[in-house]
């Protein structure tokens, strides 16, 4: 830890360091984890919630009149009417952990009157540490980092996140994939919300995108991201995103050409928009469907070939 640092990130750091040694641990032998699922795809493991108690005992600690917001006890503990909040998600990218894939990471925000003052995301796997307070600027291991200086889209690599729960809108994901796909260099998804707007602050790249998001995800990256000098909002572009469950984020340049493509499937956009989405998501399924026999006959032609070909 670090004198130069304001005090709350250090006891942040101090946290996320000690959920990590845990989560470091566990990847040592990853099939001997005790897994549950919340809900379809969506799942949680003992390390998760070993990694949140480590984490709030340390916060709680140093501030016993803090509130808790975490991913997996909620508001459960701390004060709760503080109007210092800690926003905790102990291990965010719980399915690549699960598989042994290593992009994961713990993330700490602190909000004090509701807005994020202090950010730590800790990547255990690499040993990355990212830090941010507001008005001092982002951090990498100490480094300051700064978003992309990349200001064509075509250039551009943007991260997202798939849709993956129940009641998602697929066929309007694919739609606004495609969308940027076509424009850009290239298109990511590595699974962890928190890190991909840590990457955004960094440059690593130069945006991200992403619906169904919880305050946890990207409480923490949302401040890396502004200290770094990018843009943080919704898909329309408003800033207060944070419980919208939409995020868009990127350097100023790119993230201005991002709203646009992406607007129109904000659940903010207007009744024209939405009208257009919901008609090219029915032409869609109209071309699906008219495929289907061809596809049928297709498969069933390689069949018969394969039936008669010679052993």
Known sequence: MSSNLHPMLNVAIKAARAAGAIINRAAIDVEAVRISQKQVNDFVTEVDHAAEKA??????????GHGILAEESGSQYGAKDSEFVWIIDPLDGTTNFI?????YCVSIALSVKGKIEQAVIYDPSRNDLFTATKGRGAYMNERRIRVSKRTQLKD????????????????????MMGEVMQRTAGLRR??????????VAAGFTEGFF????SIWDIAAGSLLVTEAGGLVGNFTGEAEFLEQREC??????IYGQLVPIL???????????KADIRQATAAEDSEAADATPEADAAAQDVADKDESAPL
């Open 55 to 64: 984490v709030i005992e340390t916060l709680l600690g140093a501030y016993p």
């Open 190 to 199: 590595p699974g962890s919300a928190a890190l991909d707007l840590a990457y």
């Open 263 to 273: 607007g129109k499937y904000s659940k903010f956009a207007g009744a024209g928009d």
């Open 156 to 175: 551009s690599l943007i991260s997202t996140g798939f849709p993956f729960r129940p009641g998602d809108n697929f066929k309007a994901y694919m739609l």
């Open 210 to 213: 992403e619906t169904g998001l």
């Open 99 to 103: 598989h042994g894939f290593p992009v």
């Open 248 to 253: 868009l984020a990127g350097a100023p340049r």
